[in-house]
């Protein structure tokens, strides 16, 4: 269970030129992004979180990607106020078998929907290489974690992980979204440092979300312990409506005749 950040970069188109930030993540572990007040540094962990499908940690709205208005709508610069014509974010990830891609998805776009996600199957960003295959995939729509082109089916299976099936309050099971597992690893000052976890998309309607997520990272066994059992109470309550048909089926009934 390993992932790499190895760089970000947001892209603005202006009328007044091309504006952004290149930020490089040359060593690996923990990744503190440091800066004085108001110089983007949640822009950069918000867009991060945008670029890998993610903003379910952030919000249920599914219309306006929960982002700065600098990649959004307008920004100031040299005293002046610049209109965002376009806007994207590329992150150049690498997983822990060295497979290294480049995810690029749309903030502001005339000509492109920002449900849908490019991945580069290699280094685009830190390496400049014109060879690099690249796969579509869609985010933010129903099967988005299961179909073969949802984005995060394909992430998942890109780090090598196998989420976990768990139970919603309504009694339905759901899978271990990624949405829920990354708030151990990505935290937004405005939204994390309550806790170990930053916020959590209780809109899914989990049960126990925060433990199921701990549990998964950490392999526990407790998960696969509670999820035995659950398995062992079905097979008892099919064996005891199963033995109830027998009897019945066996039991003498009575006929009852008028003279």
Not at 10 to 39: C, D, E, H, Q
Not at 90 to 100: D, K, R, S
Not at 140 to 156: K, V, W
Request: glycine share 6%.
């Amino acid at each position: 269970m390993s992932l790499r950040l190895r760089q970000l970069e947001i892209r603005i188109k202006t009328l007044r030129g091309n504006f952004g930030v290149r930020l490089p993540m040359k060593s690996r572990g923990l990744v503190v992004i440091r800066a004085n007040n108001t110089s983007g540094k949640s822009t950069c962990v918000q867009s991060l979180i945008y670029a890998l499908g993610l903003e379910a940690m952030l919000t249920v709205n599914q219309q306006m990607p929960p982002l700065q208005y600098a990649v959004l709508n307008k920004f100031q610069y040299k005293n002046d106020e610049v209109h965002v014509d376009e806007s994207e974010v590329l992150v150049e990830i690498e997983n822990g078998a060295g497979q290294i891609v480049t995810i690029q998805r749309s903030i502001v776009s005339q000509t492109r929907k920002n449900n849908l996600v490019t991945v580069w199957h290699g280094p685009l960003l830190t390496e400049k290489n014109s060879d690099v295959e690249k796969s579509e995939y869609f985010v933010r729509i129903e099967g988005a974690a299961q179909r073969p082109l949802g984005f995060h089916t394909f992430l998942t299976s890109y780090l090598g992980w196998q989420l976990p099936t768990v139970s919603r309050f309504d009694g339905t099971d759901a899978p271990l979204y990624l949405e829920c597992v990354f708030p151990l690893f990505i935290i937004e000052q405005k939204h994390g440092w309550s806790g170990i976890q930053a916020r959590m998309p209780t809109h899914f309607r989990i049960r126990e979300m925060a433990k199921r997520s701990i549990e998964f990272v950490l392999n526990l066994d407790s998960y696969a312990i509670v999820a035995e059992r659950e398995r062992l109470r079905e097979r008892m309550n099919a064996a005891s409506r199963n033995w109830e048909r027998i009897l019945w089926i066996s039991t003498p009934r009575c006929n009852h005749t008028e003279e």
